[in-house]
Structure formats: structure tokens, C-alpha cells
């Protein structure tokens, strides 16, 4: 007989403005990897170390025109340069130099840590939904309050960072959330593990789940969705 397929459990998430939606469970519902998290944040942060650290090795030191003394008859060690890296202000061995600290993280890595990510805040009840913030110009204030309504503020149940992922965030949003400290927006394509880590509470957009979950489909059911 053939085995049985279980359907994955129900997802859901509660909306700002009240009752509850239902989420994709390939995306809200995968297992929860500690491992994938760690790949995925250490990849992050080592993308945003400046790397312009920099000494100067005895090539590059001041001085050493002339050697000091002469070789032999003063009692002293014989030398030829005040860049050596023994003497103060000589050069330095082996010294940090500028370089690039960022590395790649295959794609299949990045999405499953992604969906681990979400899957962990989802399952924490940590994820809402909203519909749109209805900023027609920019106002801290008005976005202040609209996430303490909503449950996303200091003093609300949900307390920490605030993340708000949109497909396109409006550029009224971005100006109105840049002076809060605690509250960061991100577009659905630039969502990092990270972020969602970070956060106490993730605020999606519903236009967006359909964009989120194409983005952490896995190539091979693209191609079987397009062709069915």
C-alpha cells in the first residue's frame, strides 16, 4: 500500500486590526534549525565588517634613510634600519591589512534559514499581519502610534525590535520609522535571517506573502508551479 501523506500543520498569524490569517506552512510551518541560523548570521555579519583595519610593515614605516651606526666598535647590536619591526616606530609583522571579511552562503542555505527564521517567530506567535500603515506623508508619530495599537511598541505585549516587511516599502514609511531606534523596515527581497532573528515582533504585509513565498521556493518547485 502506498504510504500516506500527512498535510503540514495549519499556520496562522493574527492581523493588526483583528481575527486571524492563515500562512504559508512551507514558509511558517519548516523545521527550526539552530545551525542554519548560525550560518546565516555569521555570513550576514561578516558582510558588514568594514575591513580598513591597516598597519604599516617596514616598507612602509617612517624612516631608515641611513643605517644608524656603523657595524662593528660601538658595543652596541649591529642594525641597519630604524624600520625594524624591533624598534619602537619600526614596522609591523604580520599586521592587519584592508580586506573584504564578506563570503557567500549558497542560496539553498539562505532560504532554509530564512524559513527557519520565520517558522521559530511564527511558532512564538511573534508575527503579525497588517494591511497597509495609510501613511499619505511621512509622520513618527502617526507610526509610533499605529504600532502600539497594533501591538508593536515599548509597553505593548510584544516588547524588542520591531520589524516591518513590505514588498516596496513606501518612502512615507521609511521616513517615518528611520528615527525609532527599535523599529526597522525591509523590503521582501532584501529579508535576511538576521532581521527576523533580531525582532520581537515581525509586521507583514498580506500583499507580500505572495512574493515571500516565492522568494524561499526552492528552483525545482518554481519550474512544477509554472508548468502546472
Given at each position: 500500500?502506498?504510504?500516506?501523506?500527512?498535510?503540514?500543520?495549519?499556520?496562522?498569524?493574527?492581523?493588526?486590526?483583528?481575527?486571524?490569517?492563515?500562512?504559508?506552512?512551507?514558509?511558517?510551518?519548516?523545521?527550526?534549525?539552530?545551525?542554519?541560523?548560525?550560518?546565516?548570521?555569521?555570513?550576514?555579519m561578516?558582510?558588514?565588517?568594514?575591513?580598513?583595519?591597516?598597519?604599516?610593515?617596514?616598507?612602509?614605516?617612517?624612516?631608515?634613510?641611513?643605517?644608524?651606526?656603523?657595524?662593528?666598535?660601538?658595543?652596541?647590536?649591529?642594525t641597519?634600519?630604524?624600520r625594524?619591526?624591533?624598534?619602537?616606530?619600526?614596522?609591523?609583522?604580520?599586521?592587519?591589512?584592508?580586506?573584504?571579511?564578506?563570503?557567500?552562503?549558497?542560496?539553498r542555505?539562505?532560504?532554509?534559514?530564512?524559513?527557519?527564521?520565520?517558522?521559530?517567530?511564527?511558532?512564538?506567535?511573534?508575527?503579525?499581519?497588517?494591511?497597509?500603515?495609510?501613511?499619505?506623508?511621512?509622520?513618527?508619530?502617526?507610526?509610533?502610534?499605529?504600532?502600539?495599537?497594533?501591538?508593536?511598541e515599548?509597553?505593548?505585549?510584544?516588547?524588542?525590535?520591531?520589524?516591518?516587511?513590505?514588498?516596496?516599502?513606501?518612502?512615507?514609511?521609511?521616513?517615518?520609522?528611520?528615527?525609532?531606534?527599535?523599529?526597522?523596515?525591509?523590503?521582501?527581497?532584501?529579508?535576511?535571517?538576521?532581521?527576523?532573528?533580531?525582532?520581537?515582533?515581525?509586521?507583514?504585509?498580506?500583499?507580500?506573502?505572495?512574493?515571500?513565498?516565492?522568494?524561499?521556493?526552492?528552483?525545482?518547485n518554481?519550474?512544477?508551479?509554472?508548468?502546472?
Amino acid at each position: 500500500m502506498p504510504a500516506e501523506t500527512t498535510a503540514p500543520p495549519a499556520v496562522t498569524a493574527s492581523v493588526a486590526d483583528g481575527g486571524e490569517a492563515s500562512l504559508d506552512p512551507a514558509v511558517f510551518g519548516a523545521e527550526v534549525s539552530g545551525a542554519l541560523h548560525y550560518e546565516a548570521v555569521r555570513q550576514f555579519m561578516a558582510g558588514r565588517r568594514a575591513g580598513t583595519h591597516s598597519t604599516k610593515n617596514r616598507a612602509a614605516a617612517r624612516g631608515g634613510g641611513r643605517k644608524p651606526w656603523r657595524q662593528k666598535g660601538t658595543g652596541r647590536a649591529r642594525t641597519g634600519s630604524r624600520r625594524n619591526p624591533l624598534w619602537r616606530g619600526g614596522g609591523v609583522v604580520f599586521g592587519p591589512t584592508p580586506r573584504d571579511y564578506s563570503y557567500r552562503l549558497n542560496g539553498r542555505m539562505q532560504r532554509g534559514a530564512l524559513r527557519s527564521a520565520l517558522s521559530l517567530r511564527a511558532s512564538e506567535g511573534r508575527i503579525r499581519l497588517f494591511d497597509d500603515f495609510g501613511l499619505t506623508a511621512p509622520s513618527t508619530k502617526t507610526a509610533v502610534r499605529r504600532l502600539a495599537a497594533w501591538g508593536g511598541e515599548s509597553g505593548a505585549p510584544i516588547r524588542g525590535r520591531v520589524l516591518i516587511v513590505e514588498e516596496a516599502p513606501s518612502p512615507e514609511l521609511v521616513l517615518s520609522v528611520r528615527n525609532l531606534r527599535k523599529v526597522e523596515v525591509v523590503s521582501v527581497r532584501a529579508l535576511h535571517c538576521y532581521h527576523v532573528l533580531q525582532a520581537g515582533a515581525v509586521f507583514l504585509r498580506q500583499s507580500s506573502l505572495a512574493a515571500l513565498s516565492q522568494k524561499l521556493q526552492e528552483p525545482g518547485n518554481r519550474q512544477s508551479g509554472g508548468a502546472a
